[in-house]
């Protein structure tokens, strides 16, 4: 090949590369000037919008501050979700804090105090509006609190023998006007359908209830506010439950002296037990905290939260019989093998 050929391959070359320059640049000035159009078109939407929306109102300001409003609710959704991984950072933490300190103390990790408030409750307010009351409900009921929940129960009944029904309470730390406990259950089904046993949709209840004493003397006015959800997957199923703060459509009323709130968390999985048999087995933690709205607990409260005290481990086994009277009927060669 002679260098003439050469020198025109190359001039070719060079043409052909300017001409792809060129149609690049084209293209790229031709897609800014077409974001530039609908960025305007857009901005004169906002503007027309804008203005409309004002003169539907008798002053323009409330439409700034509705604006301002939605900006403050963005921030707190994100601090929400920031709060949500604190906490899980937090339940990884304790459990490694726990364990590390078992393992230099040579023996089981130290009981600590179990309390699901803290691990799972963030502040909840209910809005009037039915739009606004199913975002709120949304921004609650979330997968990641379901998965903390779970961890939470696991980790916490991990060691806890399965074929004799385990119930047990614990007292927590509370306030001068407050006072609970958390109930802490494990047992074992022979079957292997009991999903049904929490099939329910996401629900929230509004319920009053008053005590009144065996002689008749003291009588006690409490309300709560649940919500509960649930998950199913395919080897396991959880349930959680939490309580709402503050309701604009039931807030509460003026002659109740106690608001109760429960937090718990349901697990339901196969798992072998310790025979070497395959089992579906719940386990679950569930907090109750009774609070008076008053400077100090009086009298008949005082005598009203020892009875409540006294009342939580009667309540963990009525659940447990209430679960074994919906369960459906064991398969006779489990039953068989199992005896």
Known sequence: MGPKKVEERKAKRRAQVAISARRHRSRKKNEMISLKKEADYLNYQLDFLRSKH??????????????????????????????????????????????????????????????????????????????????????VCTDAKLELGMQTVLRETEGIPVLRPHISTRQISTSSTEFGASTVAVYAFDTMNTVQIFLAAIRYGVSGCRYRSDDGQDEVAVESRGLSYFKIMDQCAVLLWDYVDDDDAYPMSKNTLVKRDIIGTVVVRPEICEDGIKRVVCRSICTKVHSANMTQLTPDIRRFSESKKMGAQICGSMVYQTIVGRCPTPDPFRRKKSS
């Open 54 to 139: 004002k003169l539907m109102r008798a002053d323009g300001a409330v439409a700034e501050w509705e604006e301002k409003t939605i900006a403050q609710r963005h921030k707190r959704r994100q601090a929400e979700e920031l709060n949500a991984q604190l906490r899980y950072a937090l339940f990884q933490q304790s459990g490694y804090v726990r364990n590390l300190k078992a393992m230099f103390a040579l023996g089981s990790p130290n009981t600590m105090e179990l309390n699901m408030q803290r691990f799972l409750h963030t502040y909840t307010h209910l809005r009037k509006d039915p739009q606004s009351r199913a975002r709120d409900l949304a921004s």
